[in-house]
């Protein structure tokens, strides 16, 4: 396989951005456990899918003093998804957390102007991370 991939990428025609959160992708859940602690322990849980594709995320947040104090998530999803999340969840939660108003305002554009620009036919993959997010945040106010 790796005469047809290689294996840092560079056959890949995605921004280095794109690669490098795909290849270390932030506060993304990797086990089982640490799901069903979060489902316990989350302010907001989302859970969406992408209609162009049929792709689904789960994200789960906490919320203090109306910033996003941590962004957790798990997507059946592909590399422009896992990408976009990571890099969405980062920028949030970044010194102390951001308004959950001016997170809400993080589009798909932004997403890929952040991920130094997606292909067309890839923006829907990020408007599946605002789409997600915005469910954790709809859970989360009709949680208070
Ligand atoms: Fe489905 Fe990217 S192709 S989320």
Redesign the pocket.
């Known amino acids: 396989m790796t005469d047809i991939i290689s294996n840092d990428g560079k056959l890949w025609t995605y921004t280095d951005k794109v690669k490098e959160h795909f290849f270390n992708p932030r506060n993304v859940i990797k086990t089982t456990e640490e799901e069903k602690r979060y489902d316990k322990e989350a302010d907001g849980i989302g859970v969406e899918n992408?209609l162009?594709?049929g792709?689904m995320m789960k994200m789960w947040i906490k919320v203090s003093n109306s910033r996003i104090v941590d962004c957790k998530w798990r997507t059946f999803?592909?590399a422009?998804?896992m990408a976009s999340t990571s890099i969405f969840s980062e920028k949030v939660i970044a010194n102390g957390g951001m308004k959950i108003d001016d997170a809400l305002c993080i589009t798909a554009m932004k997403i890929s102007k952040d991920l130094e620009e997606l292909p067309t036919r890839?923006i829907?993959?990020a408007d599946?991370v605002h789409k997600t997010f915005k469910a954790a945040v709809e859970d989360y106010q009709n949680r208070k």
Do not use: E, M, R
């Open positions: 992408a162009p594709c792709d999803g592909c422009v998804a890839k829907h993959c599946l």
